[in-house]
């Protein structure tokens, strides 16, 4: 699996996007709410960023994020989502400095996690890896930060 590709994709689509836009959320369009609790955050430093894309804004700028700080158990609360396919990707960005950080070979030294848990062969998950179909009302999902 290639670590580095994934790095350079979540720090994109979460942190970019939460950064540049000062935290908010977009306007609440959507008639759904998506709860993504995260197993596995290891550590209470820094924030917890997370994106959800649709097919054609995966691994890139996507629609909806979320940001708060990280604690164990955490929820990110997605309002305002239009019902669709989508993917979730989050990261564990420990310092504050809006990117998934890596070691001296690529490899990522903070934590991060794909929606259905998906991991990807020699790159990131395809779209249909890491797809949930959002219903209006709550959805719940979970998934596990890999550090």
Not at 60 to 88: D, E, I, M, N, R
Request: charged share 15%; hydrophobic share 45%.
């Amino acid at each position: 699996m290639n670590i580095l590709m994934i790095a350079g994709a979540l720090a994109l689509a979460a942190g970019a996007a939460a950064y540049a836009y000062g935290n908010r959320q977009p306007a609440a369009a959507g008639t759904a709410t998506v709860n993504v609790t995260l197993g596995g955050v290891a550590g209470q430093k820094g924030a917890l960023m997370g994106a959800i894309c649709n097919k054609n804004s995966f691994l890139k700028a996507c629609q909806y994020f979320a940001v708060q700080p990280a604690v164990a158990g955490s929820v990110l609360v997605f309002p305002g989502v239009t019902p669709g396919s989508y993917a979730v990707m989050v990261y564990h960005d420990e310092n504050l400095n809006g990117r998934l950080d890596k070691s001296a070979n690529g490899l990522p030294i903070e934590g991060w996690g794909f929606s259905r848990n998906a991991r990807g062969h020699y790159g990131p998950p395809t779209f249909d890896d890491a797809r949930i179909d959002i219903k209006s009302g709550a959805n719940d999902i979970a998934l596990d930060m890999v550090y």
